[in-house]
């Protein structure tokens, strides 16, 4: 009896005990089991996205590929699978297998991340993704997948239309289906409808152990492939205007000239649909679907911004070509040019209104003397046009101004403007590729802001003047455009006054066929154009091709049979860029020396001997040689060894001329405008309307012949 | 005339045997064996191994060990006191043996003796020992109170072994000897008092331990691991929150056998030996882990009774010394597989895998059932009562 209380005591302490650990059992196991399930789950469960293959891009006949999409055999690491401590050893034995250095691969690995799923990239035989599968406890966490990859079967075709894949940006990454480790459309169709093409990605769950080993498939979602877009790219015509974009490069080239780059849109006036947008040189979109791309290649796209969609987003003065809009004012509002010397009055035409004596230059009030790039002696508007007389467009901005400047007419001195900004200019097209340009009209209160603000784009004293609208009425000065926005101007022109939206998409489909969108022909504005206007822009186009003094009847002399069916406009912008141009004067080359120094000239400007024979052939015998510009080490080292280049001098040239050419046809009833533009390749007479001309002769069906130079024009 | 009324000395008839505690004990080990088959089966599938086959070798430790406590049981209490000096030494000199090289060492530390088949651990084997070389030392000599005298010779008791297992290191052996010699101490009847102090004393050494690191440092990581268990979930208390997440997500009636995702998937470590238990949790639920509870608390209970009827001193000492054990034990296992108490490698009784240990129960609770054999069924023959 008298230690029993002691017992009892002991007995009372292991009950506690006892009590405590139910307590808690019963804690744990009833009021977190919840939450302990939910982290149970995220521990026992790996979920694994499989990709999904992106859609088809087409041409406009729904039948040829541009870009697809290819499975190809490959290893794929999941880290997530993959124990850490069996990390090593894999590494050394898929270098083994695949023959890399294991730091190529440890780099991969460091590269992709803890955790990440990644592919080792290349393409691997049956025979090695058999050896895998069968020592698959050699090679944990590996799986052979079909990985798809991107292709684009025509190369460089249609590059700036088509876009590219890569790596997502900041912005791609706030979508929330996109995760650092996908693809996303960066530039072109990829970009714009990357939602439509990307598809659904499936992905499989998967029950791991706490090393990480699959235990089994909990739940699989197969991947849905993105859908087909179906362009308005006519891929025979894309492929033509590319080639003959290089022609009318290498054209300019021959002239000594160094043009940069072209650019080339064709449109449907009668629906704004895109049929070649080309501009060159380009780029293989392919690079960038293997992530791999070597040093040289990039420096080289980035050298001649070959990324860049120049037909939307390269900026050019219009030049001449510009002139139909002045022309189309004139015409619908009666505003035609007066002479101002009374000596040229008795030699007008009385009959015709727009009768016009064009003497070369005009002085204006404060401003220096413009001059023409020719005399043209007596013209009218029709005429004006093929001769593309400045003086002519002159005389309507003049005529614009005075207007504006009297109170009793009280009419706008932007008129010239409305009608450019109606017909798209200074906005952008609202075509379905990313990153368009919106050009500039300028007008007195654009001048005022960037003088105010001093941007560097206009001149810092005096205001806006008459002579600013005489130089946008010729389409120069600070009117820039993309050679998208030229040519959709002169399908609502030629077309009766519709502009309408550009696309490049037709419509997308799902992977079944079935429509999932159509990208209907839509109007941006309707402008009131008289049918006679029409019909003499119609002719005056012709006028410029066909008549004797038409700027561009040298490229078209050999055009063929349906010459009567096409028209087009020239222009030449003057780009204000300070170069300096080797020249070599071929008369003070002793002929006993010249092929040392063609040697020493081909060492010079890195070029090789025989291209620089080729230049001297062309200059003739006493001829200059232009050997493109020089850089001020070259020609420091030039200067200092005279003796070794006879002939050669160094001349700086201001102004760069960049050729453009808008052609249309057929006349009657215009199905294709054609903008091309040369980039400082000279003028648009003899470089851009040959290069026209091959390809309206290729869209009528004529035999197209070589391109040659045209005539020098404005 | 016969010899009535004078007693002669004679062979007792031993009392009905406490099928109880046997039949707790047999399903625990059946419990036991089930774990360990759902726990391993799976990955000794994976690796190409006989899935059953750490059943088998249990099952085989497990029939040993039933063997043990048979002949425990067997044996007198009388002879048990009188083989108390021998255990403690031979204890010792195992305890001696395993810190020379034939003692082998395995993470971290040297605590088994490979005997053929078996690797035998000294610091188990001693528990059995201790409990016994205490209840000679506290029922000898005088009854009543304990004084200092008694108390400074336990702790002396304590200490020679203690310090041979601190060597190895296996802090959990240590307090494992504490919690019993404290539980022995207090029912021999030493003043609450002198507990007290005792206690104080215990948690001032530990103090010291901390300070003077003394302690292996992952015995400090596993104790500061568990303290500061808001963090860290990657490293030091991984394999307490994937028990506790095992235990948790068993629920009230658990996921059924081989169906336990945490135990299936091997997210709690060393699951057949020290986390058996979530094995129970995850698989059978609160109701499965609450009858494994409870047929801990019957063995316990048992043990208490068998200290009750002892007809001596010994008898009784002994029985409460191996009710502290399997107390301790469970509430430590337990507690750690619960987050409520840091890791400290003690297995569970008769559950966890691994013979030295189960032997080492079985011995003890045959021992405990010699005297509950040799029990005395008139009142006033009794110890206590």
Redesign the interface.
């Known amino acids: 009896?008298r230690?029993?209380w002691?017992?009892a005591?002991?007995?009372a302490i292991?009950?506690g005990?006892?009590a405590?650990?139910?307590l808690?059992?019963?804690y744990?196991?009833?009021s977190?089991?919840a939450?302990?399930?939910e982290?149970?789950e995220q521990?026992?469960i790996r979920v694994v996205t499989i990709e999904a293959p992106r859609g088809d891009i087409l041409d406009r006949t729904g039948r040829q590929l541009l870009a697809g999409t290819v499975a190809t055999r490959q290893l794929v690491v999941d880290r997530k699978l993959l124990p850490a401590e069996r990390e090593e050893g894999l590494i050394n034995n898929l270098a083994a297998l695949l023959g890399v250095p294991a730091d190529d691969l440890r780099a991969r690995f460091e590269e992709a991340g803890p955790g990440a799923r990644f592919t080792l990239g290349e393409e691997v035989s049956e025979a090695t993704s058999v050896f895998v599968l069968e020592r698959i406890e050699d090679f944990p966490g590996v799986v052979v997948e079909p990985v798809p990859v991107r292709v684009y079967p025509r190369g460089e075709t249609a590059a700036h239309v088509l876009g590219y894949i890569g790596a997502p940006a900041e912005e791609d990454l706030q979508r929330p289906e996109i995760t650092p480790r996908d693809r996303v459309g960066r530039f072109g169709i990829e970009r714009q409808y990357d939602r439509q093409l990307r598809g659904t990605p499936g992905r499989i769950t998967y029950?791991?152990?706490?090393?990480g080993e699959i235990?089994g498939i909990i739940d699989e979602v197969p991947p849905r492939a993105g859908g087909t877009v179906v362009t308005s790219i006519d891929l025979e015509l894309q492929d033509f205007v590319e080639r003959a974009l290089y022609d009318g490069l290498s054209l300019a080239r021959r002239d000594g000239k160094q043009p940069i780059r072209a650019a080339a849109v064709v449109l449907d006036p009668r629906n704004g649909s895109v049929l070649a947008l080309a501009s060159v040189p380009a780029y293989d979109p392919s690079l960038f679907s293997t992530g791999r791309i070597s040093e040289e290649e990039w420096a080289r796209l980035q050298r001649t911004a070959a990324l860049n969609n120049f037909a939307i987003q390269g900026l050019y003065p219009p030049a001449s070509a510009f002139k139909v809009v002045p022309y189309t004012l004139a015409l619908e509002q009666g505003i035609y040019p007066t002479v101002e010397q009374d000596e040229y009055a008795h030699l007008l035409d009385p009959t015709d209104p727009t009768s016009f004596y064009a003497d070369g230059d005009l002085q204006f009030p404060n401003t220096p003397l413009l001059k023409d790039w020719k005399v043209h002696g007596l013209i009218n508007i029709h005429t004006s046009l093929e001769v593309s007389s400045d003086n002519y467009y002159w005389g309507i901005a003049l005529k614009i101004w005075e207007n504006s400047q009297n109170p009793d007419l009280a009419s706008s001195e932007n008129l010239l403007q409305d009608w450019a900004r109606a017909l798209g200019f200074g906005e952008r097209t609202g075509v379905d590729l990313p990153f368009e340009q919106a050009g500039i009209v300028p007008d007195r209160q654009w001048f005022q802001y960037h003088q105010l603000n001093q941007t560097g784009l206009v001149r810092a004293k005096g205001g806006w003047s008459g002579g600013d609208l005489m130089n946008v009425a010729i389409g120069q000065g600070a009117m820039v455009c993309t050679p998208l926005q030229l040519a959709n101007a002169f399908a609502a022109l030629v077309n009766g006054g519709t502009l309408w939206q550009p696309r490049v998409v037709l419509e997308i489909r799902d992977s079944a066929g079935a429509p999932l969108f159509t990208n209907v022909n839509s109007v941006v504005r309707k402008i009131d154009i008289s049918p006679a206007t029409v019909a003499s822009l119609r002719a005056d186009l012709h006028g410029v091709v066909a008549s004797p003094k038409g700027t561009a009847r040298a490229a078209f002399q050999d055009f063929g049979d349906s010459l009567d069916r096409v028209g087009g406009k020239t222009g030449t912008a003057q780009i204000r860029l300070p170069t300096r141009l080797l020249v070599v004067d071929r008369s003070r080359v002793p002929p006993w020396r010249e092929e040392e120094v063609i040697s020493n000239l081909a060492i010079l400007v890195g070029m090789t001997a025989a291209d620089v024979r080729a230049r001297f052939d062309a200059a003739g015998p006493d001829g200059r040689v232009e050997l493109g510009e020089i850089t001020g080490a070259t020609e420091a080292y030039a200067a200092k060894r005279p003796d070794a280049f006879p002939g050669a001098v160094v001349e700086e040239v201001s102004e760069i001329d960049t050729a453009w050419f808008v052609g249309v046809a057929p006349l009657d009833d215009p199905q294709f405008v054609v903008a091309v533009v040369i980039e400082e390749g000279g003028a648009g007479g003899r470089i851009a309307a040959p290069t026209t001309r091959a390809i309206l002769q290729y869209l009528l069906g004529e035999p197209v012949g070589a391109i040659r130079g045209g005539e020098e024009t404005d | 005339m016969t010899a009535a009324g004078v007693s002669l000395p004679h062979r007792r008839r031993l009392s009905r045997p406490d099928y109880l505690l046997a039949a707790a004990a047999a399903v625990l080990s059946a419990v036991g064996l089930l774990m360990i088959y759902t726990v391993t089966a799976p990955r000794n599938e994976a690796a190409g191994l006989d899935p059953s086959g750490d059943m088998v070798r249990q099952a085989f430790y497990m029939a040993g060990g039933v063997v043990v406590f048979i002949a425990a049981s067997l044996l007198s209490d009388r002879r048990w006191k009188a083989l108390a000096p021998y255990a403690y030494g031979g204890a010792l000199l195992l305890l001696l043996l395993v810190l020379t090289p034939i003692g082998s060492m395995r993470s971290g530390a040297q605590r088994w003796i490979p005997l053929g088949p078996i690797d035998l651990q000294p610091a188990e084997v001693a528990k059995p020992a201790m409990i016994l070389a205490l209840a000679a030392l506290l029922s000898s000599g005088e009854g009543g109170r304990l004084g200092w005298r008694r108390i400074a010779q336990t702790i002396t008791l304590m200490a020679v072994p203690s310090a041979l297992i601190f060597v190895q290191p296996d802090l959990g052996t240590m307090l494992v000897f504490g919690f019993v010699a404290l539980?022995m101490l207090?029912?021999a009847?030493t003043s609450v008092r002198h507990i007290i102090l005792l206690l104080v004393g215990a948690v001032i050494a530990l103090v010291i331990a901390f300070q003077v690191d003394i302690l292996k440092d992952y015995q400090l990581d596993r104790l500061t691991g568990f303290l500061n268990s808001g963090e860290a979930e990657l490293t030091l208390n991984y394999n307490q929150t994937?028990s506790?997440?095992?235990?948790?997500?068993?629920?009230?009636f658990g996921r059924g056998l081989s169906q336990g995702?945490?135990t299936?998937?091997?997210?709690v470590p060393a699951q057949r030996t020290d986390f058996i238990f979530t094995a129970v949790?995850e698989q059978l639920?609160?109701a499965g882990?609450?009858v494994v509870?409870g047929l801990?608390?019957l063995v316990?209970?048992r043990l208490?009774m068998t200290?009750?009827a002892a007809r001596d001193r010994f008898g009784?000492l002994l029985a409460?010394g191996a009710?502290?054990l399997v107390?301790f034990h469970?509430?430590v296992n337990?507690?750690m597989a619960?987050r409520?108490m840091p890791v400290t490698g003690l297995p569970l009784p008769l559950m966890s895998y691994g013979g030295s240990f189960y032997g080492a129960v079985a011995l003890t609770l045959g021992m405990a059932h010699a005297v509950w054999l040799r029990r005395s069924p008139v009142p006033g023959e009794r110890f206590?009562?």
């Open positions: 009896m230690r029993a002691r017992l005591v002991v007995g292991f009950s005990l006892f405590v650990l139910l808690r059992l019963w744990l196991q009833v977190t089991l939450s302990a399930l982290v149970a521990q026992q029950r791991v152990n706490a090393a235990l | 539980a207090f029912v009847g994937q506790q997440i095992a235990i948790a997500s068993g629920g009230l995702l945490q299936n998937g091997a997210f949790a639920g609160f882990s609450a509870l801990f608390a316990v209970w208490l200290a009750a009784y409460v009710a502290a107390v469970v509430f337990v507690g619960q409520l206590l009562l």
